[in-house]
């Protein structure tokens, strides 16, 4: 799609989106608005109905016993007319024990009766309720019913209550009595159908439908309905008004899409000339606004581009040379994205090129791009700023073949039928990254083009490929020995910033449980209470044992004990922050530094600990096919700076007084640090040579007298630490 196409379909989106979403909104909260207030209307009516009949029903009900509490029965057929003549009921009838009637009002409704405490089975022609005669002895002397006729005149007072349209059905669901319109009938039936319950449906016309019992106290099924009350012709007019945004929309778009992309349709042609070589291309300055100014700066950068290329033809023989000595130099530097940063600087102004690339294995057997300059555009991705979406497989492209065959490689580019991920050029140069090696081909870590290690050439790191020279040459012999020499001294340059790398964290680690050592906890503690001091902070310190670690080295073996600590080492670390720090003390001794945390939030991260390790035992391989179960327990002791102690070896003696505290408590619980005396506490100054302290301790950033170079792994073991026989 041209530039004026993408401006014409952004533009309609941005005017048309909000329309769209404007008229979606106000029809959707229309109709939801309607059913609300419609909602509403038929759970008002439906209390109503049922209020109605309830009390219809206790009318019945109080006919029927006035009836009863009569004894003599001709004076209780008397009572039966006066009740019908006060028009509590419309109807009694006196039936003996045997379902005879032996006295019935005259002029009563017509069958059937359904009773107010019955579930309907077929058409209703009344209401009824029903009491039983007995006589003081409690023998059983028949029965008074009084009702009510069920009709066209009874629903419509109903309605005529609620407010709302009342339709009475039988119970297979056909319509007995309604007050509905004869055209709405239908819909209304075929609506009720389909909702149960409280639910409310909606008909095509614009009526809403609730269905009403039978219930108890309520034995009619009723159907309940009013019509909507959301604006006639609304949908259309939001139509009409998004179709006739949409033709304002689309017009204006045209106009602004035409004239902004014509001036940069000329600077696009221009600078095709100038991508071909050609650098008197220029371009008409036809207004004074960006894109004017965008057409004057063009014109200038070609005219000093003219001369930069003659400059840069002639310094980059002199550039060539620098560069073998600049690859002495990258040797002595363990910033890895610096060192890549300026090789491939050094190679793009050595050469000429115009755009570069360092890729570097992974250990998946896939070049990952680490550094890039100048490939925007040149290969597909969500984010050309990242290097590490450039990715090619070993083996794929040319990149691929590089470090696959360790043979460099010069030309043109011929695009491949299938894409292999890496950019696209006119002409390139690439060069593997390989130190010799004297171990031979089968390097660890260093993954094979085909999986297998023996396959890849030795001290294979990953590739340097530069593209497409400034003037269109190629890239030329002179150019790929120079690349291949420098490229060398590169990957010994990167070997050692790994080799350090390695170094630094395995001196500062423990093999078993990747914790922290104890080496690293000294550097740490003294780190955190110079933070706490000078922020007025609060550091606590958690000292954790594992009870009876010995128990289960003697019961399960050395290996399982290696397999706990292990996992509690990891149980930790689901416990803590990420602000916090684990470290393994020594044997089964473990420390937990909690910044800024005070002696309540120490206790609380104390507890999940506890309760982590006690309540899942851990699982070790065991003899059999399953695993076995090793309760664990562990013992804690907390102190917290400057509360307890002000500094940091004596807030750690704290922590592991509180730790013996907790052990002769009886394990498995944790103790608090008795408050020790104030202290006056002042700021320590951070000394920012490389000076041993006075106490031994090495400070964060200084060199360590033990270590193996400058901030490397100490060559001895974990300073020992004294045991009280826990």
Known sequence: MTLRGRLTVAFLVVVLGPVLLGAAFVGATVSAVDRSRATERLGLAAAGVRTSVDALCQQLRAAADAVALVGDPVARSRAADQVVGRGLAAAVVIVDPGGRTSYATAGGPAGPWQDCAGAPAGPVGALAVQVRLRDPAGADLGAVAAAQPVDPAFVARLAAVTGVGITLLDAPGRITHTTEEQGVRAAVLAAARRVAGDRVAGTGDGRYVRRVGPSPGQPLPLVLSVPGQRPPGLYGALVAAVALAALLAVLAAWRLARVTTRPLVELAGAVDRVAQ????????????DEIGRLA???????????SYVAA?????????NHLVVLGDTLASTHDLQRILRVILDSAIAG????????????????LVGQCVKGLTGRWP????????????????????????????LRGRWTPPEARTGEPTCETYVAVPFAAPDPRGPERPGHPPADGDPATLPS????????????????????????????AGHAAVAVENVRVHEEAQRLSLTDPLTGLWNYRYLRESIRREVERANRFGRMLSVLALDLDRFKHVNDTWGHAAGDAVLVEFAR?????????DLAFRHGGEEFVVLLPETDARGATIVAERIGAVVRDHPVPVDGHGDEPLRVPVTVSIGIAVYPDHAGGGQQVLDAADDALYAAKAAGRDGYRLAPAGDPVRTQEIPVVAATVVPPDGLPRAGAADPGSAG?????????????????
Request: no cysteine.
């Open 351 to 366: 050469t000429g090129a115009r755009a570069g690339a360092v890729l570097l294995l992974d250990g998946h057997g896939v």
């Open 312 to 320: 840069l033809t002639s310094s980059r023989d002199q550039l060539r």
């Open 710 to 726: 400058p901030g490397g792994a100490s060559s001895g073991p974990h300073p020992p630490r004294q045991s009280r026989g826990r």
């Open 277 to 288: 070589g050609d650098l008197t291309a220029r371009v008409p300055v036809r207004s004074r």
């Open 571 to 579: 149980r930790v670390r689901g416990v803590i922050r990420e602000v």
């Open 459 to 486: 001290a294979a790191l990953g590739v340097l490929a530069l593209y497409d020279r400034l003037g269109g040459d190629e890239f030329d012999d002179d150019d790929l020995v120079m690349l291949r020499t420098f």
């Open 381 to 408: 991705t969500e984010d050309p700023t990242d290097p590490a979406t450039l990715r090619v497989p070993v083996g794929a492209g040319v990149v691929g073949a590089v470090v696959a065959t360790g043979e460099p």
């Open 296 to 306: 004057g700066a063009f014109n200038r950068m070609t005219r000093e581009t003219g």
